[in-house]
């Protein structure tokens, strides 16, 4: 079963905490990304990665870490330091083919905080 | 990263009828504009796409229109059916692996 797997679907955070959000992905694909999403804001990127042991920050990066030590795995980390964390996060993995930048989506966390 | 400016921000269609959704972007390096529909709770789904060397494409009941010149582009949902509803962002991203720049996002309800 191929695609891209989040993990947890819910995750609650406490107040200092930092929290790492799972990504997996068995498309064999080179780019990773990682997208917020809250209300009426669209989906705004945080990090990509478009090979392994690189990766490059979006527009929202600050509170936020990632790495990419596998081609499958880009796990995101929210930190302390991120003050509006709740939000619904969203891993997407693509591959250039055919002159078409197709990008997958996994299913999601939606983060909180206690 | 500039913007993608889509419109409106929510649409309300009668069953059977069409559904209309317009994007506008800047960059005029942009190559690739897909369309993605997303139901609550899930990830977005790729729906259709288009590159700007042509100017338009259809897929069952969805058609993407673009003009190249006025940057802009739209998306038409034909026969519209109460699942088609949903919301739906337009983006736009420029050649190779590269990240999508989102619309805000419609969110469309297909009433009976």
């Known amino acids: 079963d191929g695609g891209i797997t989040q993990s947890p679907k819910y995750l609650f955070r406490k107040e200092g905490q930092n929290v790492t959000l799972s990504c997996e992905q068995n498309?064999?694909?080179?780019?990773m990304y990682w997208y917020r999403q809250d209300p009426g804001q669209g989906l705004r990127l945080i990090y990509y990665?478009?090979?392994?042991?690189?990766?490059q920050k979006g527009d929202i990066a600050e509170g936020y870490s990632v790495s990419r030590e596998k081609k499958e795995s880009f796990p995101l980390t929210v930190t302390s330091a991120q003050k509006n964390p709740t939000a619904f996060y969203l891993c997407?993995?693509?591959?250039?083919?055919?002159?078409?930048?197709?990008?997958?989506f996994g299913a999601g966390t939606r983060l909180s905080v206690l | 990263q500039q913007q993608v400016k889509q419109s409106p921000q929510s649409l309300i269609v009668q069953k059977g009828g069409i559904s209309i959704i317009n994007c506008a972007y800047e960059?005029?390096?942009?190559?690739?504009f897909p369309w993605y529909q997303q139901f609550p709770g899930k990830g977005p789904a790729l729906l259709i796409a288009?590159?700007?060397?042509?100017s338009e494409k259809k897929e069952g009941r969805f058609t993407i229109s673009f003009n190249k010149s006025a940057k802009q582009f739209s998306l038409h949902i034909m026969d519209s059916q109460p699942g088609d509803s949903a919301t739906y962002f337009c983006?736009?991203?420029?050649?190779?692996?590269?990240?999508?720049?989102f619309g805000k996002g419609t969110r469309l309800s297909v009433i009976a």
């Open positions: 997407a993995s693509s591959i250039w083919a055919l002159a078409k930048n197709i990008q997958y």
């Open positions: 498309l064999n694909h080179d780019a």
């Open positions: 990665s478009q090979i392994v042991n690189d990766f």
């Open positions: 960059n005029t390096a942009f190559d690739y």
């Open positions: 288009i590159r700007p060397d042509v």
């Open positions: 983006a736009a991203s420029m050649a190779g692996n590269t990240p999508l720049v």
